[in-house]
């Protein structure tokens, strides 16, 4: 079956940092494209970054270019999103995905990361 | 770039048909064959539901289609179940300087 497992979220101040993890079951994870997709609380869905099968090749949304980092570990199966300088706005559900010819398929369950002081 | 324009909101009564849009631009929708549709319930992640316009993964019933005219995309959803209610949601690829464009959301009721 194929799985995508997110985990990290938390409450955590402006400011802060926080790292998510993405463990994937199920797919040849050493040859896919990975984005993370942000859903903040009764909005739509936002791109947030994405990186190549082997982690040369990264890009980022604007609005969180030079705050996150996206990395992998293919010995693990397992995709990383590292956030720096969290603000209020960067609240949301934070999904993985992969990404293969532009569809995003399969999803992960979300993982809820909270800035609030 | 902005996002892709979806009605807020569709209705329909068990068993017609209802056909959410989605606009966009010759740089993404019109552009390209890469239009791709979600399905989300309340509180759990996005299903793909239709690829590349109008394809449909396994699994997705054939209830389920796609279309595009021009920079506009069009999922139509026949003969309407209770379970289909949730939110859908468009993207589209629009060049590689714009990776993940997606639409607002259109929240799709069931009478």
């Known amino acids: 079956e194929v799985q995508l497992v997110e985990s990290g979220g938390d409450l955590v101040q402006p400011g802060g940092s926080l790292r998510l993890s993405c463990a994937a079951s199920?797919?040849?994870?050493?040859?896919?494209?990975m984005d993370w997709v942000r859903q903040a609380p009764g909005k739509g869905l936002v791109w947030v970054s994405r990186?190549?099968?082997?982690?040369?090749?990264?890009s980022y949304a604007d609005s969180v270019k030079g705050r996150f980092t996206i990395s992998r570990d293919n010995a693990k199966s397992t995709l990383y999103l590292q956030m720096n300088s969290l603000r209020g706005e960067d609240t949301a559900v934070y999904y993985c995905?992969?990404?293969?010819?532009?569809?995003?398929?399969?999803w992960g369950q979300g993982t809820l990361v909270t800035v609030s002081s | 770039q902005s996002a892709l324009t979806q009605p807020p909101s569709a209705s329909g009564s068990p068993g017609q048909s209802v056909t959410i849009s989605c606009t966009g631009t010759?740089?993404?929708?019109?552009?390209?064959?890469?239009v791709s549709w979600y399905q989300q319930h309340p509180g759990k992640a996005p299903k793909l539901m239709i690829y590349?316009?109008?394809k449909r993964p396994s699994g997705v019933p054939d209830r389920f289609s796609g279309s595009k005219s021009g920079n506009t995309a069009s999922l139509t959803v026949s003969g309407l179940q209770a379970e289909d209610e949730a939110d859908y949601y468009c993207?589209?690829?629009?060049?590689?300087?714009?990776?993940?464009?997606f639409g607002g959301g259109t929240k799709l009721t069931v009478l």
């Open positions: 995905s992969r990404v293969e010819y532009w569809k995003f398929d399969p």
């Open positions: 199920g797919l040849t994870f050493s040859s896919d494209w």
């Open positions: 990186i190549g099968p082997d982690g040369t090749y990264t």
């Open positions: 010759s740089s993404d929708v019109g552009g390209y064959n890469y």
């Open positions: 590349e316009v109008s």
């Open positions: 993207s589209s690829f629009a060049g590689s300087n714009n990776l993940g464009l």
